[in-house]
């Protein structure tokens, strides 16, 4: 069934395969008067895109996106907003030996036998590909959340062994691993090229957090802005893992040490991440994702064909030894795009509501 | 904005407060011809049920359902299911003390700004008593997946400190805490008398468990299988953190050891958690939840008034020391309930597959 | 599939059978603050109920409506909102002739045939009878809407034959017909006992109206203000045909003659009926709805049993010899659904539109 | 608010302004294995196409149609499908002269006043130019429902005061007027060049109709199949009302006259056009629109300025003297889209149904 649309009413609809001719999206419910310009998709663009380093894939693609409707004279008019992209770079030959058999960890299996069929040039419609049409959402309500006071960034917090201590954003831009600590680059570099050696790939965690979030985001009891933002992270090809606030921490802590008290100048800790009963407290909304390692690796596994017969499957074609490294830019799009969707979604329920929200932090 | 509704296909609303005459449900969207009865429902109700041991709140609720609708000489007709359940104990005395400050790590503060004004009772809506609802839902799920075969069940893996590790199914339910393993029975009761004399909380981690899940279950990109449940489940109350199959695990681990190689005997591990590109494999269906520590304990707060003014809060009233202990039901309800909604999606729009689809496992 | 929801972000979710234990639904999406009690539902509910005329179904059903949730102190909390009415004076037994039969124009054979079986009793879900809800839900969005400054109301302008032209407001709701003009009335009495007495049944055209409609409700290109409420009225049972403003008087018009001019003081006419591009204009919105004759009638006719064989059907039970008498207050009420979840909806996306939006009428 | 999909399962996204660069859609939820080329969805955009006539708008696009994803190898592959139209015959510099003007009957003062600004430049959204997508789409739905039996046709039933009488299907694409009458062109041709002289506009009225439609499509009570018809036909430009069946004319009819009484070998007659309760009967689904005469005539209209001073407003440009010569293949496309997305709602829930369901028409 239809499930290439995010959110209800900020909503975002995408199409586009690794190898097809392009990618798409439908940008509906943007408010209108919003100075919009495709240099302002392009930067988070440029962000993700692939072949920017020699750590992730070297397939080489501009992506330049062009904005096809719903921007007049530089502003957004309230009408949907369509995005293009055309794939330029594509090798389809990498994987005709790939069409019949399965690679392990892959969506091959689970897609042929969904449909009954596949595009299975790159993974197609499941390929990290489509991610390229979420960062060029989200970046649209980036700059909306921006000028409401919201700043959405991200950083990634681990790569494989190395857990990397959050020091400042200054410089998470950069260096081609998102990381927070100038200090640790080297050795994210290192090992990096260790896992070259080793032809393997490697997991990673990264952090997202979204600044100047007023109270009151989320709608209980379902869509949640902590179920809706899990939602939209889980989404992410390769994630494995949601947490908001302490998360899995939060078992061994007892309610002494995990509640978040407040005083008049605000709260004194953030166990919480921001939310409390799904609802934001106006405190920095912060979430953490683990992605899994990256499935395309050199070294021969055990599979099947679409026969079911036993195969050794070798992935050749140009992969990112660690999908985490370019996860960063698509993590802060999808918290942005929640954010959106609930901030509007709360503007329209409450409206009358005439309590002043001083934001506690 | 409405946000009470969960499913697309196989739609669960509800309402209800804690402290308000009943909690109500409708189930939409039901195929036609299930048999049902109140008792199928009131299984799972009473698994959940506060008072049932001396580890829960001594609230005292029968949590009688009623079927309204949708169910003629015994089977489901097609029709939405009306669900109702009378609150008969209440004591909202307990609360008027709150009335006009907000309980540290409650929902409290959030609602108060978000809507202005707040049914203070209990909780009003954030309170877990609406849980039983979506356990009532639950049930109708659970009963018609067993009948396709698939068996929703869960148990709490880890309490606080103490992890537990899967042992057997059985006797599962024959514990007030839901755990795998009888042996550890006995150490959990010491630890919650300790936890009760120290008078706090503390958190917990569930498992939930699908077997015999078909292959195909999941909508890319946004309607990923892992991505609702991962929404459904992070719309429990006190869950900070979803994993599916190893979850954060995953991010130290390589890609040559985290691939769930295949054969033609199946797969010959399930590291996945038995999603591949957000579609179910075929595999068991794995996911991990934490639960944050009750918020509500009998040591005393700081906090502030609806005023701003610095004030100590001790919440008083019958509180779970662990509400963990009670969100195994909860949980599988959550899961029978999205893959219910899913198995609806899969069908509406692939009948027309005519590949066979091997369960491997 | 789940199609008992109605609108978008103030959703109304119904359930209940003509011969079950009780009707329900749930509002989700009222803005909170509103002062509601049952007694603002029971009003309309009273303009609805059967048996208040020797004009409709002699069936006696007080229809008294209990609020069960979202409504603390006297107002609205923002949280859904539990309605239900119970159902007191069923005679089943009128309706086991018809257990195994179709009645001529009515649903047993759809629903026999979509579902496989069905609750025959008085139609089940597909009686009438399951408007009440319709308008229980409808008087919370009116009672919004008229603090809104926006008035939704109705009247019969034809019964048969007898096209009635409007006169005025006042004793619209004093006679069983919603009859616009007190002169008619002595008319359309004398109609009636003429039907009765040849046993049979006639359809009926009523239109309604909403005075203070701001400028801008409707959400092109699908999601219009006409196609939404086209969408609700035609959702009402025996509703054959709707039409907005001049409706299908329009084929026959000529551009020069049909267009609204507009001066500075306000539109020369209102052909377009308060909607333009499928945005409201700001002049009254107005819709007619044709209702078909009752199907329930006593004379014998042709019909098939669930085995295929002819045979003759006679429908006993009591009914409405008109069901276009009671539809007023039921069309008021998907008009005011649809305008209240358009505002909210608006209001979501528009917040920051500078642009003053001067009333022209 | 985003309202710009149409659909459940089988959605619609579309954008694109009438002097934009492109118009683009996104049909997801297309079922897997469809045989689809962008000849299928050429045929219908030809049909529709402007300056195909001297009847409509000589306006030339060639609305060469590109399918972007969800194809591959000529089959669908259950991804979503993207769709691009180049717009190639511009001239915007027509509109300048109303940019800060309203024209009468047009949609530019709803969308000023709704969204503070607009793309004046040929309506900008709400030109009738968006339906070349819908028509696309639409020919998707046409093909699947072909594989499944369905039939989706119309034709024009009146041109202004001119009734037409069906007669035969032959020849109803033969002619610009989609007249199904070859006797009745010529009168149709000499009263348009009347039109002409009198540089005015005028109405139409289209039917619609879909042969082979199995019994048990449509979701009550709120997703009826004719309420979410009646909200598809409603949202195309210019359309003021929808009939179902007998639509109108049911008002005087009699019970006794109106019910399709059944026979072992049908139905005896389609008063109701083929939907009884809101669910398809199996009897062919009939519906009619009324379409309001253009609002672009070159005849002076009187109009206010963006600053509410009274403007006198010629409209030039190229336009259809008449909408809704142009109107069948769209109303056909918004039928197919409807019946499509029933026909996956339908099977969601209902594949257990084992009752035969013997098409009786």
Redesign the interface.
């Given at each position: 069934?239809?499930?290439?649309?995010?959110?209800?009413?900020?909503?975002v609809?995408?199409?586009?395969?690794s190898h097809?001719?392009?990618?798409?999206a439908?940008v509906?419910?943007?408010?209108?008067?919003l100075p919009l310009t495709e240099a302002d998709l392009q930067r988070d663009l440029d962000r993700r895109r692939p072949g920017s380093s020699r750590y992730t894939t070297q397939r080489r693609e501009p992506d330049q996106v062009?904005i096809?409707?719903?921007v007049?004279e530089g502003?957004t008019?309230?009408?949907?907003?369509?995005l293009?992209i055309e794939n330029t770079d594509q090798r389809s030959k990498d994987y005709s030996n790939i069409k019949d058999r399965?690679r392990?960890?892959?969506?091959d299996?689970?897609?042929?036998?969904?449909?009954?069929?596949?595009?299975y040039r790159g993974g197609?419609?499941?390929s990290a590909r489509?991610t390229a049409m979420r960062v060029a959402a989200g970046a649209i309500a980036k700059k909306y959340l921006a000028m409401q006071g919201i700043q959405v960034r991200g950083y990634m917090s681990?790569l494989?062994?190395i857990a990397i201590d959050f020091k400042s954003w200054d410089g998470v831009d950069d260096n081609p691993f998102f990381c927070p600590d100038p200090d640790r680059i080297a050795e994210l570099e290192t090992y990096m090229e260790q896992l070259r050696r080793?032809q393997?790939?490697?997991?990673?965690?990264i952090t997202v957090v979204a600044d100047g979030v007023p109270?009151?985001l989320?709608?209980?009891?379902?869509?949640?802005l902590?179920?809706?933002?899990?939602?939209?992270?889980?989404?992410i090809?390769a994630?494995?893992?949601?947490?908001?606030?302490?998360?899995?921490?939060?078992?061994?802590?007892?309610?002494?040490?995990?509640?978040?008290?407040?005083?008049?100048d605000g709260f004194?800790s953030n166990?919480?991440?921001g939310v409390?009963?799904?609802?934001?407290?106006?405190q920095p909304l912060i979430a953490h994702l683990?992605?899994?390692?990256?499935?395309?690796?050199t070294?021969s596994?055990?599979?099947?064909d679409v026969d079911?017969?036993?195969v050794e499957v070798i992935t050749k074609g140009r992969h990112d030894p660690c999908v985490g490294i370019r996860a960063t830019p698509i993590a802060e799009a999808m918290m942005a795009l929640t954010l959106m969707d609930h901030l509007?979604?709360?503007?329209?329920?409450?409206?009358?509501?005439?309590?002043a929200?001083?934001r506690l932090s």
């Open positions: 069934m239809s499930g290439n649309t995010f959110g209800k009413l900020f909503t609809t995408t199409f586009g395969e097809g001719p392009a990618l798409g439908i509906d419910g943007c408010p209108p008067g062009r096809l409707s719903g007049f502003v008019t309230g009408t949907p907003i369509g293009l399965f392990p960890a892959h969506a299996y689970t897609y042929h036998h969904k449909y009954g069929l596949r595009d197609g419609r499941s489509e681990q494989g062994p080793d393997d790939s490697v997991g990673a965690k109270v009151g989320g709608e209980p009891i379902f869509d949640r902590d179920a809706e933002l899990a939602h939209g992270l889980m989404s090809n994630v494995k893992g949601v947490e908001i606030g302490d998360g899995f921490a939060c078992i061994a802590q007892r309610g002494s040490e995990h509640r978040d008290e407040m005083t008049p004194l166990h919480a991440g409390l009963g799904g609802i934001s407290s106006g683990a992605l899994k390692p990256t499935s395309s690796i070294q596994g055990r599979s099947i079911g017969n036993p509007l979604r709360h503007r329209a329920q409450n409206a009358d509501v005439s309590v929200t001083p």
